[in-house]
């Protein structure tokens, strides 16, 4: 199998062999940071980091594991701070850029923007967040969490929490777990449901979706998946003032649930989960987040075709 050159875009376009594969590599990758830190296997590459909407963890994971790999970042951490301010469009900057690096890691508010330079250019581009679409390298750490929390990815109940609407973390995630029989309980308000096109291509693969507002239907799940109000999708800032809250995971609603249940959230969080939860074994965020480290290395060295 071969992903040398490949776009990392979408999950919808993944195999279940591919993700596989993703999964052992990043495996791999693991196992070299802890034996020997850092690698030379990518010391010949450039890797362009353009974050043209705000990151944490997406930005520096993938520079630590650019930097890991023995590659060096180009980065742009700041949209006020490229040629996009300026009026740019993602192709031009794409084909400028493309004339730079090895590889192109992109963040930026335009769904479908990512495919926009893929399309544009030659050399891999990954999709670091497309506005409310998709956010890829998320899923697949989050897959990768799941493997480990849970001891495999087949036939498990995952509960998605919060806003499905505009979470792109959650429609990648969909799409990621779909190849692995899981069940999905959707819960969220009315006016931040999963877009129908989701639910219907889940349903369309045999996959049982129950969707709810309550949050105690979610604690029944094997993984409950909190997310956060998007408060930069919404036109209406009173309508984010009227849904943020919705939903806060506290200890006594996790003494509620199924017993062990994992609990992961993309991160960053504001309020949807209380910090008494974080001491629980079962509280798998952090990990979730350090696993991003490993599983942009095993993308990065297969799109470059190294791995
Ligand atoms: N989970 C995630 O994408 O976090 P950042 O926005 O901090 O990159």
């Not at 050159?5 to 990043?26: A, C, F, N, P, Y």
């Not at 777990?177 to 045999?206: H, K, V, W």
């Not at 109000?229 to 849904?243: H, M, N, S, T, V």
């Not at 919705?246 to 504001?270: C, D, F, T």
């Amino acid at each position: 199998m071969s992903f040398e050159g490949r776009d990392i875009l979408t999950t919808e376009d993944l195999s279940k062999e591919d993700l596989l594969h993703i999964m052992k590599v990043t495996a791999q990758m693991e196992e070299l940071v802890k034996k020997q830190r850092i690698s030379d296997l990518l010391k010949d590459k450039l890797v362009a980091v353009i974050f043209l909407e705000p990151s944490t963890r997406t930005r520096l994971s993938f520079e630590t594991a650019i930097n890991r790999l023995g590659a060096r970042p180009i980065t742009v951490a700041d949209a006020g701070s490229s040629s996009a301010k300026k009026g740019e469009s993602l192709a031009d900057m794409g084909k400028t850029v493309a004339g730079y690096v090895d590889c192109i890691v992109i963040r930026q508010p335009q769904t479908g923007g990512a495919k926009i330079i893929a399309d544009a250019v030659e050399i891999p581009v990954i999709n670091g967040g497309d506005g409310s679409g998709q956010h890829p390298t998320q899923a697949l750490l989050d897959l990768y969490t799941i493997q480990k929390e849970e001891g495999g990815l087949e036939g498990l109940k995952v509960a998605m929490v919060g806003d499905l609407k505009y979470g792109r973390t959650v429609h990648s995630l969909s799409y990621a777990l779909a190849p692995f029989n899981p069940q999905y309980i959707y819960c969220a308000p009315d006016e931040l449901r999963m877009p129908d096109r989701i639910t219907s291509d889940m349903e369309d693969r045999g996959i049982t979706v129950d969707s709810t507002a309550r949050i105690e239907d979610a604690l029944q799940a094997d993984i409950i998946y909190m997310t956060r109000i998007q408060q930069e999708r919404f036109k209406d800032p009173a309508e984010y003032e009227r849904l943020k809250g919705s939903y806060v995971l506290n200890r006594e609603l996790v003494e509620k649930g199924k017993k062990g249940i994992a609990i992961m959230h993309p991160l960053p969080r504001v309020d949807e989960i209380s910090t008494d939860v974080d001491v629980l074994p079962n509280a798998a965020y952090f990990r979730q987040a350090h696993n991003g480290v490993y599983l942009r290395m095993a993308l990065l060295a297969l799109v470059m075709g190294r791995a």
